[in-house]
């Protein structure tokens, strides 16, 4: 299986550029380093899928624009992973509420959640310059389809988004039910509330499964009959 945690390319054009300078490699403003790249990059490509042992030094440090085209480098992976063993999720989203990202790997990879605290951020970079508001239009604008594509395969077959989902009366739920709820739960970032008694299924003739309600790994709370 696949995990891929993607930034905003605009953002990872410029960090990336800043490592690059304070590694000794850059020696271009930004904007220039931009308008050189096509440059650098000319048939860079061409000799990686041509010999597997070259390495390609101006590719693997003068690639702002080329690694931001997220949809890309996808589909090279669509050629030997299907797209049930690929997960993506926005860094902003796993940096902002990390635990929720974490439910989604977790369940990805067919694994007991189990909740880690967060206690310190690695690897961040040390820069207070920002680009121009101008050259991050230009970014942007360059980013646009690549982002749409992007945005268009992570779509594709995608449950809507929640927030919260309560389900009532789940003694009463069928096989069928309970997939649909574990679909939803698996590719939303949402929690699932269940509630019901298994005291009470009385449509088992119908197909209700009971057995599923009773097995659900959750956290109980017992709720006392009200009076």
Not at 124 to 148: H, Q, V, W
Request: glycine share 4%; with cysteine.
């Amino acid at each position: 299986k696949v995990i891929a945690l993607l930034r905003d390319p605009v953002d990872r054009a410029y960090s990336s550029y800043k490592h690059q300078v304070r590694a000794g490699r850059e020696a271009l403003n930004f904007e220039d380093a931009i308008q050189a790249e096509p440059e650098r990059l000319n048939g860079e490509k061409e000799k990686l899928l041509s010999d597997p042992t070259y390495i390609s030094y101006n590719y693997n440090h003068f690639s702002y624009i080329e690694r931001g085209k997220y949809a890309d480098q996808i589909n090279n992976w669509l050629e030997y992973f299907p797209k049930e063993q690929i997960l993506i999720l926005p860094s902003k989203d796993f940096f902002k509420n990390t635990d929720n990202s974490l439910k989604q790997i977790y369940s990805f990879l067919g694994v007991e959640y189990i909740k880690t605290p967060i206690e310190k951020k690695h690897n961040t970079g040390d820069y207070k310059d920002t680009m121009s508001e101008d050259m991050r239009e230009k970014l942007r604008i360059i980013f646009e389809p690549y982002n749409a594509k992007l945005q268009k395969f992570l779509d594709k077959g995608k449950s809507p988004l929640f927030k919260v989902i309560f389900v009532d009366e789940a003694q009463d739920l069928s096989l069928i039910q309970w997939a649909m709820i574990k679909k939803i739960e698996e590719e939303t970032q949402c929690d699932v509330w269940i509630a019901g008694d298994d005291d009470q299924a009385i449509f088992g003739w119908a197909g209700a499964d009971v057995n599923s309600f009773i097995k659900w790994k959750a956290r109980e709370i017992l709720l006392r009959q009200s009076e």
